[in-house]
């Protein structure tokens, strides 16, 4: 099993930037990929990026060119760079991490979600 911290969310103006940051712990071994999802008010659960075991990433059109996520091991937390935070961006942020148990059976963790605000 593998649990999931998030932190690095809050208040930010219009153009500026936050740092987030998901730490795992636990069986951290069967960790494949990792990402954030996003979800504003009254609108569904959106994929916000995402990054293998190999360290490939993918992103929402939305934020491309202006949010970085990255890992640097599998131990070691996971981490979204939002630079140029628009108002869209105000969300709930959560950390996931696909795992695999010993059977072979996958599974997705969450994390408990961190909100992000951009306002003026």
């Known amino acids: 099993q593998v649990q999931l911290v998030e932190s690095g969310g809050g208040l930010v103006q219009p153009g500026g930037s936050l740092r987030l940051s998901c730490a795992p712990s636990?069986?951290?071994?069967?960790?494949?990929?990792m990402g954030w999802y996003r979800q504003a008010p009254a609108k569904q659960r959106e994929l916000v990026a995402s990054?293998?075991?190999?360290?490939?990433?993918r992103y929402t059109d939305a934020v491309k060119g202006r949010f970085t996520i990255s890992r640097d091991g599998a131990k070691n937390p996971v981490y979204l760079q939002m630079n140029s935070l628009k108002p869209e961006d105000t969300a709930v942020y959560y950390c996931?991490?696909?795992?695999?148990?010993?059977?072979?059976?996958?599974?997705?963790?969450w994390g408990q979600g961190t909100q992000v605000t951009v306002s003026s």
């Open positions: 990054i293998t075991r190999g360290s490939q990433s």
């Open positions: 996931f991490a696909d795992v695999m148990d010993p059977d072979g059976i996958p599974s997705r963790s």
């Open positions: 636990g069986s951290i071994f069967s960790i494949n990929a």
